[in-house]
Nanobody, 121 residues
Framework: VQLQAFGGGLAQAGGSLRLSCAAL????????LGWFRQAPGKEREFVSG????????YYSDSVKGRFIISRDNAKNTISLQMNSLKPEDTAQYYC???????????????WGQGTLVTVSS
């Protein structure tokens, strides 16, 4: 599975950005899909994940209530709507796919190349 993320950029604190990720080639409709992020000097962290059926969604505490994950199995895409952005949301964001429990990093073995989000105060 090849994943390509896009939609990052510069936003002001309190603003919004929408990230998208397209799967090229293989269908991802049976995969758990997730978003991770990595800030400079920090480890990659889980942001949000969604099961193939969309029945279960997880968010990290740091983004809960502000970010919304969604997927379109017909279009082979996953999105992350980011609202009320904070400077601490600044990071490289990665989409990922895998099979297993949606909230475990170990589930994800296919990764996109990352897209940079910068939030200014």
């Amino acid at each position: 599975v090849q994943l390509q993320a896009f939609g990052g950029g510069l936003a002001q604190a309190g603003g919004s950005l929408r990230l998208s990720c397209a799967a090229l080639g293989d269908s991802i409709d049976t995969y758990a899909l997730g978003w991770f992020r990595q800030a400079p000097g920090k480890e990659r962290e889980f942001v949000s994940g969604i099961t193939w059926s969309k029945a279960t969604i997880y968010y990290s505490d740091s983004v809960k209530g502000r970010f919304i994950i969604s997927r379109d199995n017909a279009k082979n895409t996953i999105s992350l709507q980011m609202n009320s952005l904070k400077p601490e949301d600044t990071a490289q964001y990665y989409c990922a796919a895998g099979r297993g429990f949606v909230g475990y990093r170990e589930t994800y073995n296919y990764w996109g190349q990352g897209t940079l989000v910068t939030v200014s105060s």
